[in-house]
């Protein structure tokens, strides 16, 4: 979906446009967010000295369950865009919309998942969502609360065009698109758009949404090179997912990712479908150059979760494998540091590992308390914590490269397997490294503890590498650390 609209402020006009592409071929282009259009300098509302151009004209985008599906995550991108409006509690708003190509017309949507407690936003459902109809449409505001809207258009086939025009009872936020956007227009709008409690930040792969006070904060800020960073982030998580453009299925996502900021306080970050959300104090590292460039783990690991493939992320893992994306970053963008190494994950993981083969179970699962309150476990091992556990991935990184990683993300999306189960997760990941590997590495996974539900799954997993008939490697991949 692309938006033209623009601000005009004194003597200047402020570009608020935002793009996406559309996946309608067989075999496209590497798929890449649109130009944004030049602005059009007509305006027919003003707001505080500023004078806003309220059409926008929006394409459809393919949908984020399509994506979803095409890429094999386990949580959706976005796949609804910003508008840089707001509508005041309890306000009515007349939208205006014209059908420009195709048969479909867009949503819109009254607030943002996640950001505030009170509202229901629920995880997937919640946020009231008008279907918009060709010609006059008056929207009042039912639920009383108001919030930022947005333009949801999105189809798994997307050809339609259509011209949205916000007539009245909206207001303007404070809206930044990285590379249009001057920093005088930003601090303008900062000064005079103050009484909303909201702004979006939008760049190429990722938006943000943020309390009017954090960004009021860190205005004196490169927002172009924040948002660069943050969109360097998102590229370097889909290069070890092998994002590689080279075929279709195998290209970067034209859907952005929401970042958001909530009010939660018995929250601190996570990510969901169609969104990742973090507390106040961990927007300063997505408002930040040096917070997101290198002391970002918090946001490049809710990043990473919008990565994570369900078909080899079994249940144990749910905060594992997340940070096989994290490890990606931190190698690029900090390198002098080492989150395994800087917090002796190794050394726990090597206690770990010092522990007799039938002692260990690497999903660590417990059996319940004894009478002292202790945990009983059901080898004799400790549990496994999702950082030790990250160190087994980590060493299958370290012996055969980032190539290890890539190849199996592609391999998953090219033949998605069949699987019904933790236990079909763990065989298929089992079998398939070995593959990738070209190597047998049954006494590895043996010495990490790998088992299945069962004796019997256990024993069908370590034959189906045995059948392989692949070589052991020829050092210990266990005794690898960096």
Not at 245 to 273: C, G, K, V
Not at 357 to 373: C, I, L, P, V, W
Not at 440 to 460: C, I, P, V
Request: one cysteine or more; charged letters at 25%.
């Amino acid at each position: 979906m692309s938006f033209k609209h623009t601000f005009g402020y004194l003597a200047f006009l402020l570009v608020l446009s935002v793009s996406s592409c559309s996946d309608d071929s067989i075999n496209p282009a590497p798929v890449k967010p649109n130009p944004i259009p030049n602005p059009n300098p007509g305006s027919n509302v003003t707001f505080v000295g500023f004078k806003v151009d309220s059409v926008l004209t929006v394409s459809e985008m393919v949908s984020a369950e399509k994506e979803r599906v095409r890429l094999g995550y386990s949580f959706g991108h976005t796949d609804f865009e910003p508008t840089g409006f707001y509508l005041p509690a309890n306000g009515t708003l007349k939208i205006k919309v014209e059908q420009v190509a195709g048969n479909r017309l867009p949503k819109l949507m009254i607030g943002t998942y996640s950001r505030y407690l009170s509202l229901p936003t629920g995880w997937s459902t919640g946020i009231p969502e008008i279907q918009l109809v060709a010609g006059e449409n008056t929207i009042k505001d039912v639920k009383g609360q108001g919030g930022l809207l947005y333009i949801r258009y999105a189809n798994s086939s997307p050809t339609a065009k259509a011209k949205v025009l916000f007539i009245s009872g909206f207001k303007p936020v404070p809206f930044y698109i990285k590379g249009k956007t001057k920093k005088s227009e930003w601090l303008s709008m900062l000064a005079q758009l103050n009484n909303v409690p909201d702004v979006q930040l939008v760049g190429d792969k990722a938006f943000i949404v943020s309390s009017f006070s954090k960004a009021l904060q860190y205005k004196d800020e490169d927002q172009d090179a924040v948002l660069n960073k943050i969109d360097e982030v998102a590229h370097l998580e889909n290069v070890i997912s092998g994002l590689d453009n080279s075929s279709y299925e195998h290209q970067e996502s034209p859907l952005r990712i929401m970042m958001t900021e909530h009010d939660d306080p018995n929250a601190f970050m996570y990510a969901w479908n169609l969104r990742t959300a973090y507390t106040a104090s961990e927007m300063d590292k997505l408002l930040t150059l040096k917070g997101i460039g290198t002391n970002g783990w918090g946001p490049w690991h809710e990043l990473g979760h919008l990565h994570q493939q369900s078909a080899w992320t079994w249940g144990a893992l749910g905060e594992v494998t997340v940070n096989i994306y994290s490890l990606a970053v931190q190698r690029s963008l900090a390198p002098t540091t080492n989150r395994l190494r800087d917090e002796k994950d190794w050394g726990r993981a090597i206690d770990y590992l010092k522990l007799p083969n039938e002692d260990k179970d690497f999903n660590g699962s417990t059996d319940g308390k004894d009478a002292a309150g202790h945990d009983i476990y059901r080898y004799k091992s400790p549990v496994t914590d999702v950082f030790v556990r990250l160190c087994m991935f980590q060493q299958l990184q370290i012996a055969f490269g980032d190539q290890f990683y890539t190849s199996l993300h592609k391999y998953t999306r090219s033949y998605p397997p069949v699987i019904n189960n933790d236990d079909d997760k763990m065989k298929y990941f089992m079998t398939r490294a070995c593959k990738i590997a070209d190597k047998d590495l049954s006494d590895f996974f043996k010495k990490w503890g790998l088992r299945l539900s069962s004796q019997a799954l256990t024993d069908d997993a370590y034959k189906a590498i045995s059948d392989l008939q692949l070589t052991k490697p020829d050092k210990d991949l266990t005794l690898l650390t960096d």
